[in-house]
């Protein structure tokens, strides 16, 4: 990065850390994501080689020196990395972006989902100071619903014909989750330790819009 911060963010709970993903993890990163369950409701994977995930990696440093998208890689303290979650379509005007997240099979209904939301939220919220976080969901994708659900955020509608996979356009539910959601649901009373700096370029498309 241009700036003299290192390109560095860390959010630890008590299970979960996620942080600014390496080159080094290609090759967890493959492994996770060359299975179809995991990506069958992208746009992308399965993989079928490492070097697609490395391709993926080296995209990320320019996504947050322009403040475009911030992924992270989630680690459980015992499985290691699991998988990613970033933050995208950011309205920087209005306080807002939307999150989204996969994880390996192995870490599926181990709690790593809920808790790494719990970090996305407190990036979003307390060190971004962003009012609302949205997500999408495929109404067909049963697990991603209710993982949505549980943790609080509020079904708010179907996006007709949203999102282009496979040939066909898909319907998403959209969801989302104000400060005052966050702040006295489940995800809010994860405690959070934090390390290294948000990237400076999304810190300055807030400055450049406070009012
Ligand atoms: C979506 C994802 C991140 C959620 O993580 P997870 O660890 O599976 O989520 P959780 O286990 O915390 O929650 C899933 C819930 O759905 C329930 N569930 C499982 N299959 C279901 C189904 N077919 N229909 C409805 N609910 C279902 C589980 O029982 C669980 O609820 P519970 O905790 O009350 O028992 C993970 O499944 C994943 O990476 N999936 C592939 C990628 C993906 O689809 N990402 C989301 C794109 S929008």
């Known amino acids: 990065m241009a700036d003299d911060v290192p390109d560095h963010l860390l959010l630890r709970g008590p299970s979960m850390t996620v942080r600014t993903p390496v080159p080094g993890d290609a090759t967890a ?13 992208f746009s992308w994977g399965p993989y079928q080689e490492t ?9 990320l440093p320019e996504q947050r020196a322009l ?25 920087f005007r209005d306080r807002r972006a ?5 994880l390996g099979r192995g870490a599926w209904g181990s709690g790593a989902n809920t808790e790494s939301k719990a970090l996305m939220a407190y990036l979003s919220f307390e060190l971004l100071g962003l009012h609302r976080l949205g997500a999408y969901a495929n109404p067909r994708n049963g697990r991603s619903v209710r993982a949505l659900e549980k943790v609080g955020f509020v ?18 539910y959209v969801y989302g989750m104000l400060r005052p959601d966050w702040e ?28």
């Open 29 to 41: 990163l493959y492994r996770l994501a060359s299975d179809p369950l995991v990506t069958q409701w």
């Open 98 to 102: 939307m999150v989204g997240s996969w």
């Open 184 to 211: 006295h649901g489940p995800l809010g009373a994860v405690p959070v330790e934090v390390e290294g700096a948000v990237p400076p370029a999304f810190l300055r498309r807030l400055q450049a819009t406070a009012a």
């Open 51 to 59: 070097a697609e995930a490395r391709a993926y990696l080296d995209r």
């Open 155 to 172: 079904r708010e509608g179907l996006l007709r014909g949203w999102h282009r996979h496979a040939g066909e356009q898909l319907d998403v």
């Open 67 to 91: 403040a475009t998208q911030l992924d992270l890689i989630q680690v459980h303290r015992d499985l290691g990395p699991v998988g990613i979650t970033g933050l995208s379509e950011f309205a």
